[in-house]
């Protein structure tokens, strides 16, 4: 199985892109979310976290056929399977519905927000309501730390956004509350080396709140 691929952008089309790994050229499917940061990288070199699946149903004499699929980082990759598990989705409706970038569908389904989720491509009132009852439970880490190359994370270590967070929650704040918080902090694009230095940049936004 092939986990990661680098190559050169080729090119980029409305279900997938070519990606060129001397002396083979793959054709990788993405979803949307992905395929609009790609339209400026077309020539560049770029790296995706990816995953098989066999497309077809050889018992109605069709034929399986290798499909590969293709993120930006690895924990889009496994939003995606998660997605994927969910009864009546699979890969080609996943890819489908994931219109908007991962943080925000997670964070719809995290709020049991499903109406909006319903709004997705492919996925009615039914499919939602699954999606909820499974996956509710496993979305604050995808909610929380999943953003573009150029997001506000870009310039803190995923650990430590994960660890503060888990820190502000013992505290007694809410999943919803605690993740504005580190929102609030992280939108000034400064960088945190650890824990204590966030949760510090965290709490001083809030008194200077405060004082306002």
Known sequence: MIAK??????SVHDTHVLLACDPFEYEILVPEFVRRSLQSQVGKKVSFHTMHYLEGNPSQGGRLTPRLVGFLSEIEREFFDLFCSVDGVGARKALRAMLRPVREVAAMIE???AKGLS????????TSDRII???RRKMPKFALLVSGADGPEANVPADVVQETYAVLCSLGHVEADARKLLDAALADKKKYKDVDALLQAIYQRSTNAVRG
């Open 5 to 10: 691929i680098s190559g050169k952008l080729v």
């Open 111 to 113: 709020a049991q927000d």
């Open 119 to 126: 709004t997705l491509p492919g996925v009615g009132p039914a």
């Open 133 to 135: 009852a499974k996956l």
